[in-house]
């Protein structure tokens, strides 16, 4: 089986995105291509056929080869939950909690060789696999544990593209010294050079690449443009960088950022609406007004629950809410809506109950089972008898509580343990990961949010997302490859 890892000289220097527009390049050349990242520390998380989580940026490099999200795609998922400790998935199934001081000397040999597995298996399936390293393979305290980069490479014997992001300014000085830290062995294998996110005139790079290129011995193999559309992010400091303000924008839409906010790809689908401005609000700065807000997925609802209610931002929701203003949570949001949360086990910290924003009729439990699976269920709520598709990534059962005064709510599906929606309909929210992703029931939504503007309502027959998904994929590997030369991968 051919391979080509690809590296950066730091994080978010475009790894994710390159290794998702070759898979899709070489897929369109007619190789049976795979995306694999040996090991990913990630909130976004995406649910496979089987059941089993891995990054969500793989299952966008699986569609972006035209193939299914397997979990050997990314057989180690790392979930950070605060406190120095994360959530280890191993194949998909979570297998513990553990420190990061204690992290390798306990799961670094079960990781590597559930990865050696992972190799084999994709081996029996694909004829070539593009794989992507995490962080930069030059971290001198890490390397002699480090099983995501160049352990990786070596290990396939594969060509290694090493990528730089030059908008951040000291591009030449991180390749030569990434370049500089690592062992003999593993600089043999990079065979080239990507300057990425760049901006300007390209006569004006030339002579630094020139020099680059005679200082190292490697070709710099593509300079690729600084690309504009949203991509789906793999941490939370991608948000700073988005820009929230669009001028054909009429609704606006607040996203509370919560510390662990996890599956934040959940609106990839609303920033793509040319109408809507999507906007992620610290828990520490004003609401405002929006049209709606969001309390997207979180990996301990609990801790950010509390941060909302110190922070003053849980009052502003309710008293926004009041008001009649539509707020709705995903996952960890939506169990914050309830009366109360409880974790008698102590799964996410120290065991309690902890008051809900009290905006649904219903109480949660955290338990130690998690819930991961694919859904395909009917709405009730904003349009009766659309079909929705999604995933669920919880631990908790949140169950309606006997209504008190006048509140009522009804569920949002057809499965009544998957959602909630107030006697209003202006206060909702769901287990289901990936719902704006189904274009006609997302659209039935935001034309509510029209007509309490007085907006003319938009057209609900389109498609899913996953198809605009596609036309983002199409154009980021027809840019990519306009810029990029893969003659010494292949």
């Known amino acids: 089986m051919k391979s080509i890892m690809v590296v950066g000289t730091t994080s978010h220097a475009g790894k994710s995105l390159i290794t998702t527009a070759i898979c899709r390049i070489l897929s369109r050349r007619g190789w049976r291509v795979a995306p694999f990242k040996g090991q990913n520390m990630a909130l976004n998380a995406y649910v496979t056929a089987n059941g089993g989580e891995i990054g969500y ?128 062995d593993e600089r043999a294998l990079v065979k080239g050079v990507v300057i990425n996110k760049f901006r300007g005139q390209l006569s004006i790079l030339e002579p630094g690449i020139k020099w680059l290129e005679e200082r190292t011995g490697i070709p710099v193999v593509g300079v690729i443009p600084y690309l504009e559309q949203v991509f789906p992010a793999e941490d939370s400091l991608d948000l700073l960088e988005r820009k929230s303000y669009k001028s054909q924008a009429e609704l606006n839409i607040a996203v509370i950022r919560l510390p662990r906010i996890a599956n934040f790809t959940d609106f990839d689908p609303l920033e793509s609406e040319p109408t809507v401005s999507v906007k992620y609000l610290s828990p520490k700065q004003d609401l405002g007004h929006p049209d709606a807000v969001i309390i997207p997925g979180t990996k301990t609802t609990i801790a950010d629950l509390m941060l909302l209610q110190k922070s003053g931002m849980a009052e502003a929701i309710q008293n926004y809410a009041a008001s009649g203003g539509t707020v709705l949570g995903i996952c960890g949001g939506f169990q914050m809506l309830g009366q109360m949360v409880a974790d008698p086990e102590g799964v996410e910290g120290q065991a309690g109950r902890y008051p809900g924003l009290n905006l649904l009729p219903m109480k949660t439990v955290i338990t130690g089972q998690k819930i991961a699976r694919q859904r395909q269920v009917t709405s009730n709520y904003p349009q ?17 509580e006997q209504p008190t005064d006048k509140t ?22 769901t287990y ?23 907006l003319k309502s938009l057209p609900t027959g389109v498609a899913n997302y996953r198809d605009q998904r596609e036309q983002i994929l199409d154009s980021l590997a027809t840019e990519v490859e306009t810029h990029l030369d893969l003659t010494p991968f292949l």
């Open 57 to 184: 940026a793989q299952a966008v490099q699986a569609w972006s080869a035209g193939v299914t999200p397997l979990v050997e795609m990314n057989p180690i998922l790392l979930k950070p939950q605060g406190d120095m400790t994360s959530q280890v998935i191993l194949k998909g199934k979570a297998v513990g909690q553990v420190s990061a001081r204690d992290y390798y000397e306990q799961y670094f040999e079960l990781g590597w060789r559930t990865i050696q597995e992972s190799l084999k298996q994709l081996e029996t399936e694909f004829d070539l696999l593009v794989c992507e390293g995490a962080g930069s393979p030059a971290e001198i305290n890490l390397k002699h544990r480090d099983l995501t980069n160049m352990r990786v490479a070596k290990y396939l014997n594969a060509p290694t593209l090493l990528v730089v992001d030059i908008d951040r300014g000291g591009a030449f000085a991180h390749v030569i010294g990434t370049l500089e830290l690592l062992e003999p």
């Open 408 to 429: 009522v709510c009804q569920p949002l599906f057809d499965d009544v343990n998957l959602g909630l929606v107030d006697n209003c309909q202006s206060v909702w929210g």
């Open 432 to 454: 289901l990961h990936g719902i704006f992703d189904n274009g006609p029931w997302r659209r039935a939504w935001l034309n509510r949010l029209r007509q309490q503007r007085g």
């Open 384 to 400: 009766l008898g659309l079909p929705v598709n999604g995933f669920e990534i919880h631990q908790g059962r949140s169950r309606v």
